[in-house]
């Protein structure tokens, strides 16, 4: 086995890119490692999408021109929550990526979220926007809104214990991305433990 010096060694020759990649994987190893992190039998598993935005991977499908995603309290009809703003571009779908590690003893592994287009878009009459759910590149769940309300949604995830799933929120103006002020309320995915 190598020695940390050399170990340190090596790291500093890395790229910026290669470093940020280092530091996911190293983030993925703590988890994986750290039985503080598994919930007892009986409890609910939370991975919430808000908290973990810094995490996430943002982008677009074409080009980024006219996008705008970031977290913030948002109101649609006048009711505010916790939200992923999700304004796509001019054309294409925005993306949001996350790498989520599923604990082994998690089952029924579900994604709870609310939909809406923020108050104060003066979406024109006949504009919808897209809402997709994308896990490992499968389209799980797929809507298409004009209101400024929440809907709340639940999509059930593939099972997937032990491995580490990739969720893709998507929203696309589908050709008028003018006020498609998209938004996903609380979006978080919950499981049940199960003893081991």
Known sequence: MRSLDEIVNDLESLSPASLQEL???????????????QAEAGATWNFDLVEEFHRAVVSADRSQAGMHVQVGETACSGEWRMALWQHPPVQGAAVVEYQVPIPANVRNVRLLFATGIRDGSQLAPGNIVAFRVFVNDWRLWSHTQHACRWLEQQVAMPSLPGDVIRVQLVTDGLGNHEWAWAAWAEPRLVGEVLAR
């Open 23 to 37: 530091e996911r994987f190293i983030e993925y190893l703590r988890w994986k490692e750290a039985p503080h992190r």
